[in-house]
């Protein structure tokens, strides 16, 4: 039992990577920006807990050795669950019925959105074949990944469109296996509007089972399935790093820290409007950074106390107040270009354009997961599926080199090459004058023997 319950207080305490600006830019940028707020709390990039990594490491070496039994435990010592894992195909398909009829024609609709974004980019992943020479065809086709594990989080807040984002558009890629897996609920039981998500998503089976174990359990083919080829979905720190030191044995989508928002805004935007949109994203946790950088000092003044304001009648003012507190940030930019400079440098998981010109934004911005246009556009709506785009994006400056999952991380670009007698003898000829340069006489060899077929063809 205390070993129990040193697990789930280190299951508690951990330590992520925060959205941040990078020292050496601001220095860069010295005297053409002001901080109205700064975090409390200043951790350094990259940090991750070594508790979090040992720990997540010895749940895997059990669950590798101990099979079903090993997850089963787990299962029973984390959440407390002891039934059936698999959800049956009739209780998927009624997992609706409970639902209020509201809540069901808004599910649909975000798995309508999402899907139809999802078939449009699909849409434009064409295969094609050229011919770079004579003789020489060359193409690649979109062959989408086999199986495909997908972690359906259900903690405090039941996130409901999350299977919109992994299962289905998983399926619309054209995978034929897709597994997921939520955990259950204070009552033993799965959320049943994540069930139904899963449903209208197109899950080929779904299991209750929670954390670490969930992802070994279909990384490591234990479900009654083969191993899932890919790993996808958000989760804690121990999934996220589950997701890390799985990955190699199994693709990933990316490892996501807190949900990040950050905000572009001049001194045509309502403060109350920003203020409510940093703390939506504040909300998803304690840890959750939120940012606005303006061109308007006033605005920024006015959004600070704005925040004060809402806080005071929020609901979820115990998770928001901390990730402002500790995370959130305004920062005062001189003009639209710094603003940019210093938005690029955060590269924020949403971004957020409130200005007289958000096209000059939207054109000179390119580090950031999603971005959303105009008052009227809000993270909540891609959050629940209306905006149709996906969710799953980079945190913690990944967005600097790295998109968001889409349609395209489920298929392999596969390449193919048809080379014809004809164009034997100039490229068989390259590749001898290379190879002996390099030394590697077997590769040569593969060419000599080509170009000897070729002669002895012809007569020569």
């Known amino acids: 039992m205390k070993e129990l319950e040193v697990l789930s207080i280190a299951l508690r305490d951990n ?144 996130l409901l469109a999350g299977a919109f984002m992994t299962v289905g558009v998983a399926k619309v890629a054209g995978v034929p296996t897709v597994l997921a897996c939520t955990p259950p609920g204070r009552n033993g039981s799965a959320d049943p509007a994540v069930l139904y998500s899963a449903y209208l998503s197109g899950a080929d089976r779904v299991y209750v089972l929670g954390g670490v174990q969930a992802l070994a359990a279909m990384a490591f083919g234990l479900l009654g399935e083969k191993p899932v080829d890919m790993l996808v979905g958000a989760g804690n720190a121990y999934v996220a790093e589950a997701k890390r030191q799985l990955f190699g044995k199994v693709a990933i989508d990316l490892l996501a820290g807190p949900s990040e928002v950050a905000v572009i805004a001049d001194e045509t935007a309502d403060p109350a409007t920003v203020a409510a949109d940093l703390l939506g994203q504040a909300e998803h946790g304690t840890e959750s950074p939120s940012a606005l950088v303006t061109t308007s000092q006033k605005l920024g003044e006015d959004v600070i106390v704005e925040i004060d304001r809402q806080l005071e009648t929020l609901k979820t003012r115990d998770i928001a107040e901390p990730a402002w507190r500790n995370f959130g940030s305004v920062t005062w930019a001189k003009d639209a270009a710094t603003a ?121």
């Open 340 to 460: 940019v400079e210093l938005m690029d440098d955060l590269a924020p998981e949403h971004l957020e354009i409130q200005t007289a010109d958000d096209e000059y934004y939207h054109n000179a911005l390119h580090n950031y997961g999603s971005i959303f246009l105009g008052r009227w556009s809000t993270v909540a709506y891609s959050d629940k599926g209306m905006a149709g785009t996906n969710h799953v994006l980079p945190t913690a400056g990944g967005a600097k080199h790295s998109a968001g999952l889409s349609v395209s991380r489920f298929l392999k670009p596969l390449t193919y090459q048809r080379v014809e007698r004809s164009a034997t003898p100039e490229a068989a000829t390259a590749v001898e004058t290379i190879s002996q340069y390099e030394g590697m006489a077997a590769h040569e060899a593969t060419a000599t023997i080509r170009l000897k077929a070729y002669g002895a063809e012809k007569g020569e």
């Open 15 to 158: 330590t992520v990577e925060i959205m941040k600006f990078t020292p050496s830019r601001l220095a860069e940028l010295e005297g053409s920006f002001r901080l109205l707020k700064t975090p409390a709390l200043d951790r350094p990039a990259a940090q991750r807990d070594p508790a979090v990594i040992a720990t997540v490491s010895e749940m895997l070496s059990a669950i590798e050795k101990g099979g079903l039994d090993a997850v089963l435990k787990y299962a029973r010592d984390l959440d407390g669950f002891d039934s059936e894992l698999e959800v049956g195909a009739a209780d998927l398909a009624r997992a609706g019925d409970s639902l209020s009829p509201e809540l069901r024609a808004a599910l649909e609709l975000g798995h309508e959105r999402t899907s139809r974004f999802a078939r449009e980019t699909r849409s434009h992943l064409v295969d094609f074949e050229t011919q770079l020479a004579p003789g020489l065809v060359t193409g690649q086709r979109y062959i989408p990944i086999s199986r495909v594990g997908a972690y359906v989080p259900a903690g405090r807040f039941p």
